[in-house]
């Protein structure tokens, strides 16, 4: 077995921005949790720490490559052969001795590499295998994207290793099999594997991509231009790669009488997570938020306190991060952060929004304008649609999301951008559009103030 050093194994922090003041009567509590993790290596060479793995495990990780091979793959030709291209630059990003298969997927998925039910393991002879095996790849049949998904699952789950990832390349629509037969493969493989999806063209549908990201803890993104896709692959299996902790968990713990409203990831992306709420105890719950590399995410944790009297405080939220175990028990990762209630007469204080709030709830609110836009747009809706994509442009705006800014500019003209005045152009490419609709949920981040609220506050406190 590999030896550790400290130095490899990753360091997690909890850090908390919060107006902790309530009004008299007040009973809702916000706060914006920034997890971070450093320390563990650097992106492509990421090892396995010692601390949270069984004794014996092999490597420490298993990735399956799941490829689009249905007959829309060959026009152009051009789309197959990028797709190919694509495969084989990540393959050559596997470092060794990381567990590995390549999927075909139509109608039925089938094994590319190495086959027999088996992964195999990185190194020279394994990398150029599989490459030839590419080489053979063609195109014909349909798309049923649940039984790719079961097929990786079945060969990630051979591997003993602490992280399971997938890569999903897709150009068409999942027309072979009935959405409930999807939801209920990304059901059966939530928590097995995380997966990073992509659509290739514009022959495919957003919806059911970024479906597939989000159930399992991945990205999603378009490739409008296939000949982009080597460029993408090699980042997404660099970033996989990087992973040193998997299946880590945002546990919050909340006192008598103290609700849970809402937990969502606001930063990279917005990624609602109230609903995959599994209990861990009295008054606690784990949310899922996959692996982990060197990288920082930053959550909106929102709970209702019981009412209180003028000078009372409580704590009203405990936020730690664990990583589950299969007896039932939990790896502690030893970052704590907590949450405050404060009841006072003092108005200044009490509506004082805290920055990291107001800056993701604007967030938020920039993502789901833009979603109900474009679906307003699609149903024929110009008039709600004008509506929700000026706000979308506004907070875009207001907020400093330059990226977002100038996708929307593509769908819109924009009159009055702080206004949010707009008009529909007439006509929209439609890469254009799905690049909006698949990255409506991207954030840009905050600046930070000191851990709590304001400075004044602080002031005020002290």
């Not at 290596?41 to 689009?68: E, F, I, K």
């Not at 002879?125 to 994207?145: E, H, N, W």
């Not at 000949?227 to 990087?242: H, K, Q, S, Y």
Request: charged letters at 25%; hydrophobic letters at 40%.
């Amino acid at each position: 077995m590999a030896n550790f050093s400290k130095s490899n194994v990753p360091q997690f922090s909890v850090d908390v921005y919060q107006n902790e003041y309530l009004p008299e009567g007040g009973r809702e509590v916000n706060a914006i949790v920034t997890v971070t993790a450093t320390g563990g290596g650097t992106v492509g060479s990421a090892v396995a720490a010692p601390h949270l793995y069984a004794p014996g495990q092999g490597p420490s990780a298993a990735v399956a490559l799941m490829v689009d091979c249905s007959g829309s793959m060959d026009y152009p030709p051009t789309k197959m052969r990028n797709a190919r291209d694509a495969t084989a630059a990540a393959v050559d990003t596997l470092r060794d001795g990381v567990h590995f298969a390549v999927i075909g997927g139509t109608h039925v998925a089938k094994e590319v590499y190495p086959g027999g039910g088996r992964l195999a393991v990185a190194d020279a002879t394994t990398r150029d295998q599989a490459k030839q095996a590419l080489r053979r790849l063609g195109a014909g049949g349909g798309t049923a994207i649940g039984t790719w998904l079961r097929l990786a699952d079945r060969l990630l789950s051979s591997a003993d290793v602490a992280i399971r990832h997938g890569i999903l390349l897709t150009d068409g629509r999942n027309e072979h099999e009935s959405p409930e037969d999807l939801r209920a493969a990304l059901d059966a493989c939530a928590g097995r594997f995380t997966c990073d999806a992509r659509g290739v063209g514009t022959d495919w549908e957003v919806k059911e991509v970024t479906a597939i990201a989000s159930a399992l803890l991945g990205s999603a993104d378009i490739v409008a231009d296939p000949a982009g896709l080597a460029a993408d692959f090699t980042r997404m299996m660099e970033t996989a790669m990087g992973k040193e902790v998997a299946d880590v968990a945002l546990r919050v713990w909340t006192p008598v009488g103290t609700t849970i409203k809402f937990v969502k990831q606001v930063a990279p992306t917005v990624e609602e997570l109230t609903d995959r709420r599994t209990e861990a105890g009295p008054r606690a719950g784990d949310y899922p938020t996959g692996s982990w590399g060197d990288e920082s995410r930053d959550y909106h944790v929102c709970v209702e306190v019981p009412a209180a009297n003028l000078g009372q405080e409580m704590l009203a939220a405990r936020i730690s991060l664990v990583v589950p175990q299969p007896d039932g028990t939990a790896r502690n990762l030893g970052a704590q952060g907590l949450v405050r209630a404060v009841w006072t007469d003092d108005m200044v204080a009490s509506t004082s929004i805290n920055p990291q709030v107001a800056h993701y709830t604007g967030q938020a609110e920039l993502a789901q304008a833009i979603q109900q836009g474009l679906d307003l747009r699609k149903a024929g809706d110009m008039d709600g649609a004008t509506a929700k994509l000026g706000r979308a442009v506004q907070l875009a705006s207001s907020s400093g999301n330059a990226d977002t800014a100038k996708l929307l500019a593509k769908v819109v003209d924009v009159v009055d951008a702080a206004a949010g005045t707009v008009r529909l152009k007439a006509k929209v490419a439609e890469a254009d559009e799905m690049t909006l609709e698949t990255r409506s949920t991207k954030t840009v981040r905050v600046k930070k103030w000191p851990s709590t609220t304001l400075k004044v506050l602080e002031n005020k406190r002290a």
